[in-house]
């Protein structure tokens, strides 16, 4: 008897494993690099935040105005059909059941839920590789001036040139015309909030939808890459202040401070720092291994992506019109 036990609890055993890898293997994170959403909520609401996060990202981003730019979505079996811009986002629905616009990415944090977009040329900055540093080292050396008889001389030319060449290397960063900016989805989700639009998804879970540019990992060379990317798109030749706000959760492999040693550096020459009201600020989200990042401009303006004060800012206007 004890050995017919013994041989059902190892084939239980085996069951659950089975069940355990299929389910794993059914839920493989997507791939880093892409932009997407971080949302917060309570510890133990996250189910119910990941269903409410994905119907408010599927109503901005496939119907409402200035979400995704459907227009420039490259599909060969769509421009032979020459469809309208209805149809269109007819079609990406279809596929958002099949495919799906949005992949869950399982941080491992309590509390936080993360969404990034799967679909195609959706990426704004361009994927990070080991070459990318070496390159950029081989480069560094060549541009150090060389010493020949006690006279130093450079093989940098002009320093008009040099900025022109300087340029050219941070728009190679970026990926040419993104499908989607998530700073516009987030605007548009806290100014309808703000006016109480009622055709637009509630949530009664979702704290905070963060938006997110760039996804890597916690590295500090893909740190650095995806950080000078962003400044590079953000940087048109004019003055400009800005601040750095990272945020760590669950993560040991770094802290605040190394992020802003980190990062502080790359900014333009021109561009200062101001902590109380910068034009620009730099959102640095450390979650375990996973880091998202975005530039955001006027970030007074979005009131740190908070839907509960946006909501309670609304029923507050509402009431004085009511006074």
Known sequence: REYFLSITKMIEQQQHRKNATSYKKKNK??????????????????RKCQQEGLDILKYYVLEREGGLKVERCEDTTRSKKNLSLDDEIKELKKEDKKKGTFALYDTGARGVVTFLCTLPNSLIVQPYTNNTI????????????????????????????????????????LKPNPIWDPIKTAYHIMKDLREGVVSAPSSRF?????????????????????????????????????????KRRLCTNLKCMEVIDLVVGLAPGNWKVDLENPKYTLLVELCKTFCGMSMVENLKDFGNFNLVEAREQDEKSSLNKIT
Do not use: H, W
């Not at 390159?135 to 093989?155: A, G, H, R, S």
């Not at 940098?156 to 190679?172: A, D, F």
């Open 29 to 46: 994170n997507p791939l880093k690099g892409g932009p997407g959403f971080i949302l917060t909520c309570e510890t133990g609401r996250e």
């Open 134 to 173: 070496t390159t950029e080292l081989v480069e560094n050396e060549k541009q150090k001036p060389k010493i020949d008889n006690n006279k130093i001389q450079c093989n940098n030319p002009k320093v008009k040139r040099q900025k022109t060449e300087e340029n050219g290397k941070e728009n190679s960063l």
């Open 206 to 246: 979702v704290t905070r939808m963060i938006p997110i540019q760039v996804s890597c990992t916690t590295n500090k060379e893909e740190v650095r890459y995806a950080a000078k990317a962003l400044f590079a798109m953000n940087n048109n030749g004019s003055t400009a202040t800005f601040a750095i706000r990272p």
